[in-house]
Structure formats: structure tokens, C-alpha cells
């Protein structure tokens, strides 16, 4: 018997090594399982990153799970060397609603031109309820760790 594929509402938020600036990046869950980037990102200035990360990314989480797949919506890059050189530009981190009203960040490494889990010490979970108040450093903490 088939099981439809499990999916975990998350959110990437991308920082740009450059400019300083935060891509708060919704994602939509992925007929072949797992989740894709769809729409454009937030953006969240390094001046406004205490007072509005937590909230975008909250209200990215809250949206997923409404969200079912729209192909019109995938993000998609032009080409190979386009997509090569906003990885090479942006870290990530990925932030996950898990089970037990809890969130899950995941700092990623730079593999290619796509960005893969692994990274050492790169995962901290925390309650859902704290959230608000703790994402803006745990998320700072995150990056650092990001490659």
C-alpha cells in the first residue's frame, strides 16, 4: 500500500553574504515528496532583522500548511550559472515546524549549486511556544554555522 510522502512545513531563509540582507523563502510541499520554493521571498533587512525575522518566518509555517502544490509558483532559476551564483552569494538556514509544537533549525552547507543538511552542531530545536522571542539569535547562531 502507498503512503502519500510525509510532509514537514519549513521555510528557507537565505542570507545574502554580500548585502547582509535576509530572503525569508516559502516553501510549498512537492508532488515527488518533500517540499520546493514557490513565490517570491520577504525581504528582511539586517536593520530590521530583531523586530521582523521571527514574525516572517512564523507566517511562512502558518501558510505552508494551508498550501498545497502549485506549479505556477515553483521558484525556478533561468539556468545552471544562475543558480550557481545565488548559492555561492547566500547562505541558509532552514527552519521546520515538527511534531509536538516544536521548530527546527537547520543550518546548511553549500553543495553545488544547491544547499544540504549535515552540518555539524547546525540543529537546534526549540519550543514552538518561545519562538517569537527566541528565533532572532538562535537564527544568528544558525548562520555562523551555515556554510
Known amino acids: 500500500m502507498c503512503h502519500p510522502p510525509i510532509v514537514i512545513p519549513s521555510v528557507n531563509i537565505y542570507r545574502d553574504k554580500e ?12 508532488p515527488a515528496g518533500g517540499s520546493v520554493e514557490c513565490g ?5 533587512e539586517e536593520s530590521e532583522f530583531d ?10 509555517l502558518a ?14 532559476f533561468l539556468n545552471d550559472r544562475q543558480s550557481l551564483a545565488f548559492a555561492k552569494q547566500h547562505l541558509v538556514v532552514n527552519v521546520a515546524k515538527i511534531p509536538g509544537n516544536r521548530i ?14 549535515g552540518v555539524v552542531g547546525g540543529e537546534t ?4 511556544v518561545s519562538a517569537l522571542e527566541d528565533l532572532p539569535r538562535l537564527l544568528r547562531v544558525a548562520f555562523e554555522k551555515a556554510r
Open 19 to 30: 548585502k547582509g540582507r535576509y530572503l525569508v523563502q516559502d516553501l510549498m510541499p512537492s
Open 40 to 44: 517570491e521571498p520577504t525581504i528582511v
Open 51 to 60: 523586530s521582523r525575522i521571527a514574525k516572517s518566518v512564523l507566517d511562512s
Open 63 to 76: 501558510k505552508y500548511e494551508n498550501r498545497g502544490y502549485v506549479q505556477e509558483l515553483e521558484r525556478r
Open 104 to 117: 527546527r533549525l537547520a543550518a546548511l552547507q553549500r553543495k553545488g549549486a544547491s544547499h544540504i543538511g
Open 125 to 128: 530545536v526549540i519550543d514552538g
